[in-house]
């Protein structure tokens, strides 16, 4: 199994920076992507960006395009989520999940789809 730990959140100002992390272990090998999601009081979860396992990015929401930033460290399994620009609206609870492929090695065993437990961004104006 793959175990997910977020990391950085903090109470910030707009305009100011943060970086979250994302530490995986276990059964990281079979990680083919990984992805930060968000949710605020209220609303729907959001996807926020998504890249592959060895830290191309994928994509982003058309919200934090061009202020955010996903990537990888070299030779560790922890992603990154560098937030530029921060707006009041980034408030919420960021989420890393990664998508687990055991096929073909282990044909038997299912996809995963792990999450971490949250870190709390809270953006003031």
């Known amino acids: 199994q793959v175990h997910l730990v977020e990391s950085g959140g903090s109470m910030v100002q707009a305009g100011d920076s943060l970086r979250l992390s994302c530490a995986a272990s276990?059964?990281?090998?079979?990680?083919?992507?990984m992805a930060w999601h968000r949710q605020a009081p209220g609303k729907e979860r959001e996807l926020v960006a998504t890249?592959?396992?060895?830290?191309?990015?994928?994509n982003y929401s058309d919200s934090v395009k061009g202020r955010f930033t996903i990537s990888k460290a070299q030779g560790e399994p922890t992603m990154y989520l560098q937030m530029n620009d921060l707006k009041p609206e980034d408030s919420a609870v960021y989420y890393c999940?990664?998508?687990?492929?055991?096929?073909?090695?282990?044909?038997?065993?299912?996809?995963?789809?792990?999450w971490g437990q949250g870190t709390q961004v809270t953006v003031s104006s």
């Open positions: 999940t990664a998508e687990v492929v055991y096929w073909p090695r282990y044909a038997d065993r299912p996809r995963q789809r792990p």
């Open positions: 276990g059964e990281t090998d079979y990680i083919v992507n």
């Open positions: 890249m592959t396992s060895s830290g191309d990015p994928l």
